[in-house]
């Protein structure tokens, strides 16, 4: 019998002469060549579109619908059946055995769309509260109605944010109405004072051209 291997160390022995005499370059573009035709199995793909049932990768079932039963050859798809329509959903791409139940909204939250096989249901705080959109949200909170002296509301209360006071924009404005008019006589004045300013040495130069005719 021939020892462990005998066969596949013959062979190595047999292509050790030919491999020496080969170009390095050349032999690593057929080890990527080989790389390319015969990838193995990573652990993105498993995460992706497939999942493992023991030892056999199944192809997950598309997004509203759940594995009713797993597949038996390897990367085929399971059995998939469709989630109850206003009960249950599936997001994404799934391997589990049932899909996710609906969200159903709080007595002070509101709906904003219903629960699909592919999508959950959407709430929102009802009009007066409000929940921080960073945060989750236990329970909503009333929106500040008055600001406090010397502020006024900059922002609305919305359903994920309270309301933002901050001081009054009308001190801008008057601010403003008080400058318009003093800027707008100032610059008039400069360009009249310009005006009369340049009028005056035409005038001038021209009465000692005049002078000169006389001479």
């Known amino acids: 019998m021939a020892p462990y291997g005998g066969q596949d160390k013959s062979v190595l022995l047999v292509m050790t002469p030919a491999l020496q005499t080969m170009n390095p370059r050349f032999l690593l573009f057929i080890f990527f ?3 390319l035709v015969h990838p193995g199995r990573s652990d993105d793909d ?3 579109s497939f999942y493992l049932n023991g030892n056999t990768r199944c192809l997950r079932c598309p997004a509203g619908t759940y594995v009713v039963k797993h ?6 798809r399971s059995t998939c059946e469709l989630c109850l329509p206003g009960e249950t959903y599936s997001e994404h791409l ?3 055995t049932e899909c996710l139940q609906c969200k159903v909204c709080r007595a002070d939250e509101e709906e904003v769309s219903p629960c699909t096989v592919k999508k959950n249901t959407v709430c929102r705080c009802k009009k007066g509260t409000y929940c921080p959109g960073d945060e989750p949200c236990e329970i909503c909170q009333k929106c500040t109605t008055s ?5 006024e509301i900059q922002t609305p209360c919305n359903s994920t944010s309270d309301t933002e ?20 006589v100032l610059l008039f004045a400069a360009f009249c004072a310009w005006y009369f300013c340049l009028r005056k040495k035409f005038n001038k130069s021209k009465w000692k051209e005049k002078s000169y005719i006389y001479v």
Request: with cysteine; hydrophobic share 30%; charged share 10%.
């Open 33 to 35: 060549l080989l790389v």
């Open 94 to 96: 799934t391997g589990l």
């Open 147 to 151: 600001c406090p002296p010397n502020q």
């Open 165 to 184: 006071c901050g001081p009054p924009k009308t001190d801008n404005k008057m601010l403003l109405a008080i400058l318009l008019p003093t800027v707008s």
């Open 71 to 76: 597949c038996t050859i390897q990367d085929t």
């Open 46 to 48: 498993t995460n992706e």
